[in-house]
């Protein structure tokens, strides 16, 4: 979550950079004409130089270390769905709200929210739509996982028990997982074992949730059963099998563990 946030800060950073240097370099050229011309082709140079720099240094990196290209994919998906989410819908469901307010439109316009990762307004929205309708299980879900991408670990965790509780057609399964992810943060182990294994007896093995129970499984020194539950993470998928970029990164970091904990990828 930290590592998320600080990547978030370096893309701002960088945006605020890159709109900085056309009035720069405009103040340059009219007190020195010709200067921005010159540092123009300089900062080029610079910028083809590093970009091939970083490249090379991405390319041994997903050598050395395998989760680096599942990670970078899936920061170039966020990137990529934020810069095109369609806010129609959200647009839409703030017409209706002057006239009537609905869990459907607040949750609609969460939805929205979520995708720009404006965390603050998808709270207001699941918080206002569960005012309107406890039952909205969709809205109590996608708060849960607003919560936990800021950090509220215990207020996630309650939130996903919720969801598990109350609707086993939206999300449920994602809601086992996000249930027992939280659990073994909080160091609830006994609870997070139930939770991951009722995820795999009832959708089948789940990578990510393979590597959260070896995690486990180190907590209490047992290597032998760590090391068989990321041998099974760490299989390539079968012939025709669909494999998320989730189930990558997580297929990805179940490899270096087992080579670091003696086994075979």
């Given at each position: 979550?930290?590592?998320?946030?600080?990547?978030?800060?370096?893309?701002?950073?960088?945006?605020?950079?890159v709109?900085?240097?056309?009035?720069v370099?405009?103040?340059l050229?009219?007190?020195?004409?010709?200067?921005?011309?010159?540092?123009?082709g300089?900062?080029?140079?610079?910028a083809v130089?590093?970009?091939?720099?970083?490249?090379?240094?991405?390319?041994?990196?997903?050598?050395?270390?395998?989760?680096?290209?599942?990670?970078?994919?899936?920061?170039?998906?966020?990137?990529?769905?934020?810069?095109?989410?369609?806010?129609?819908?959200?647009?839409q469901?703030?017409?209706?709200?002057e006239?009537?307010?609905?869990?459907?439109?607040?949750?609609?316009?969460?939805q929205?929210?979520w995708?720009?990762?404006?965390?603050?307004?998808?709270?207001?929205?699941?918080?206002?739509?569960?005012?309107?309708?406890?039952?909205?299980?969709?809205?109590?879900?996608?708060g849960?996982?607003?919560?936990?991408?800021?950090?509220?670990?215990?207020h996630?965790a309650?939130?996903?028990?919720?969801?598990?509780?109350?609707?086993?057609?939206?999300?449920?399964?994602?809601?086992?997982?996000?249930?027992?992810?939280?659990?073994?943060?909080?160091?609830?182990?006994?609870?997070?074992?139930?939770?991951?294994?009722?995820?795999?007896?009832i959708?089948?093995?789940?990578?990510?949730?393979?590597?959260?129970?070896?995690?486990?499984?180190?907590?209490?020194?047992?290597?032998?059963a760590?090391?068989?539950l990321?041998?099974?993470?760490a299989?390539?998928?079968?012939?025709?099998?669909?494999?998320?970029?989730?189930?990558?990164?997580?297929?990805?970091?179940a490899?270096?563990?087992?080579?670091?904990?003696?086994?075979?990828?």
């Open positions: 979550m930290g590592s998320r946030n600080s990547i978030r800060i370096a893309f701002a950073v960088l945006l605020f950079v709109a900085a240097i056309p009035p370099l405009l103040l050229d009219a007190e020195a004409p010709g200067r921005a011309a010159r540092i123009t300089s900062v080029w140079a610079v130089q590093s970009f091939w720099y970083a490249l090379a240094a991405a390319l041994v990196a997903a050598l050395v270390y395998p989760p680096t290209m599942p990670w970078l994919r899936l920061l170039l998906r966020g990137m990529r769905e934020r810069l095109t989410v369609d806010q129609s819908p959200m647009f469901a703030l017409g209706r709200l006239h009537h307010e609905t869990a459907d439109d607040h949750f609609a316009i969460a929205v929210r995708q720009l990762r404006d965390i603050g307004k998808v709270l207001f929205h699941v918080n206002r739509a569960l005012e309107l309708d406890p039952r909205c299980t969709k809205a109590r879900f996608l849960a996982k607003a919560l936990f991408d800021i950090g509220q670990v215990p996630a309650n939130a996903y028990a919720q969801v598990v509780a109350a609707d086993e057609q939206f999300g449920f399964g994602d809601a086992l997982l996000g249930l027992g992810r939280c659990l073994v943060l909080l160091g609830q182990d006994a609870d997070a074992v139930r939770a991951l294994e009722r995820h795999e007896t959708y089948g093995p789940s990578r990510r949730a393979l590597v959260l129970r070896a995690r486990l499984a180190r907590r209490e020194h047992d290597g032998a760590a090391r068989e990321l041998r099974r993470a299989q390539p998928p079968g012939e025709g099998e669909p494999m998320s970029l989730e189930e990558q990164l997580a297929r990805a970091r490899r270096v563990a087992l080579w670091r904990l003696g086994g075979v990828a």
